[in-house]
């Protein structure tokens, strides 16, 4: 990568020692990278511990294959919460943008690579200063930025979301290693985007889209591309949600191999009048996935009064293939308590908490794909899918409410429901093509239940 001046931070007073605090020399070092009319921030051979540093426009940071990058040990050092003069819908964490490693807002042509590493040293905000359930510093976070790369870092131990950009565009993120406690790469209202060659390891969801309203409006993420990445996740693999405003469009997710995943494998979720239309995931292999797919259409409706209920129309699964059965496997904590826990290894009849559930429980939950009574989802077509699940269900209750808990997950209507394979509810024009069941357990359910669903069309 080619950027016209180099910036060396050791010039600028960095001392590459591990213990040194260089946020001020680094800041220096972007500064005047930034008034030079862009260039190369360059890290050379060391470690470097940072707090926050503020990014501009044409700064190209360059964390060299010798170089690691180290988040201080000591919460302080990050910059606390931006004021905010808006209403605040979503999580906080989706709210908020200064508390990180690296900041950038409104700023144009901006880069991390080199092949070095970042480790945020797991620092968790202990005595949750800013009410977030003790979480600390994302790694990045970008807001309203344009031509972005992020390539060829490793990326570890972060305590809030990972890599986050909002509004953004052209976006192209590439050759991450990533193992992290929160959400891996999220995408909120962005245009653009492409994200590939990827190996992500997550606590909370791997690769997750948002539409949230922390820009102040309602937005999109439209024209996004993901494709020959690794995912594993102690929650959701592929995410659409929750902070679901305004809507998706255009996205394919294409050559994603999953694995070990506590929750979902694909979930796609419409709750606070987001409108999802153009979806296709394609060619994913799942290994070792609690419930492979979950789309849901929910009503709670988090933002500004008056938005309706949304929509899900035009999404194709296509190629997935999911196998088990669902066994334990070793995981990231998946936050502050499983962390102080200690809790790294991930049984598959344990959910929640141990007393919620025994090795002699079901273990694995059932795929459901759901519109609300009266909102139907729309043109939901599923191609060449195969499920070999762990079964094992004798008796089950036959009806399934149609009130859901306002936070989806893939249990909300129960973790068993009367189809070992999909549970199918709300739809107006569902095709099935070449979709099987195994199971490694003998199951007393029928493969696939319709409940309101017209148009149904199968082969």
Partial sequence: MD????????????????????????QAAVDACAAAGGGTVSFPEGDYVLGSVFLKSGVHIEITEDALLLGSLDFADYAPHEPVDYPLYQDASHSFFHTSLFVAEGCTDLSFSGGGRIDMRSVWDEENVRDMAHRGAKCIALKNCRSV?????????ATDLAVYFAGCEEVDIHHLTMRVYIDGISPDNCRSVRIHDCDIESGDDGIVFKSSYTLNRLGVCRDIRV?????????NAIKFGTETNGGFEDILVEDVRIFDVRISGIAIESVDGAVIDGLTLRRIAMVNVNAPLFIHLGQRMRGPAGRGIGAIRN????????DGPYDEYNVIAWNYDTFKKKDFHQKPWCFLAPEDSTPDSDWQMTSNVCGLAGHDLENITLRNISLRL???VKEYAPDVPDKAPEYPEVYVYGRILPAKGIFFRHINGLTLENVTVKTFRPDAREDFVFADVKDLKRG
Avoid: M, Y
């Fill in 3 to 26: 950027h016209s001046g180099l910036f060396d931070v050791t010039a600028f007073g960095a001392q590459p020692d591990g213990t040194t605090l260089c946020t001020a020399a680094v």
């Fill in 149 to 157: 790369e992020i390539c060829e870092l490793d990326i570890q131990n």
């Fill in 227 to 235: 494709w020959n990445c690794n995912v594993k996740s102690r929650c």
């Fill in 315 to 322: 999404v194709l699964l296509e190629g997935i293939s999911a």
């Fill in 390 to 392: 762990d079964g094992g």
